[in-house]
């Protein structure tokens, strides 16, 4: 009896072991054989895994999201604060839509393959398609952060770039707007 107990106790421990292990409890298992786990739950959460928004940050461009987290620092005014929040909450939509029709798209990729339904206008059709929705996603990013750019101060953009670091070019006056 004592063993039983000692058993049970010890899967009980390994199982809540494992549960804590898990990094993310809302992350999903791919049900796509094309697309990882990370690819997948970044496209349902409508996160950028694939840095869309680098020829914009690079360049000084702030990213919207990451402007939200700098509010206090950047001394935003309450009419910014709502003009962001505005931006990144249709940011964050047209990112899950897009997520949603990009694992549509690759669902009927897998599927005309798989049951060999496949014929050369059919696959140029949904290989093209596939560009073009990570073309609209990456659109929708930099677009923000041209909104984002135009938003802010010079001041404030001066801040943001500090804050995370992309001041060499900033300090040089590059990058800045005029107003």
């Given at each position: 009896m004592r063993k039983l107990v000692l058993i049970i106790?010890?899967?009980v421990f390994c199982y809540a072991a494992d549960a804590q292990s898990t990094a993310d409890s809302t992350a999903k298992h791919s049900p796509l054989k094309t697309l990882s786990n990370q690819q997948y739950n970044a496209l349902v959460k409508g996160e950028d895994i694939y840095g869309m928004s680098l020829?914009?940050?690079?360049n000084h461009y702030p990213n919207p999201e990451k402007v939200m987290k700098y509010k206090k620092?950047?001394?935003?005014?309450p009419i910014q604060?709502?003009?962001f929040n505005?931006?990144?909450?249709?940011l964050h939509r047209k990112k899950l839509e897009m997520g949603?029709?990009?694992i549509h798209?690759?669902?009927t990729l897998d599927s005309i393959f798989k049951y060999h339904r496949l014929d050369n206008g059919s696959l140029i059709f949904f290989a093209n398609r596939y560009g073009l929705y990570q073309g609209e996603m990456r659109n929708v990013i930099l677009q923000s952060c041209l909104k984002a750019w135009e938003l802010l101060t010079p001041e404030q953009i001066r801040k943001y770039g500090a804050l995370e670091r992309l001041t060499p070019a900033l300090s040089k006056g590059e990058g800045v707007k005029e107003k």
């Open positions: 106790v010890i899967l020829a914009a940050e690079l620092q950047l001394d935003l005014s604060v709502s003009q505005a931006i990144n909450k249709e949603q029709i990009i798209n690759e669902r």
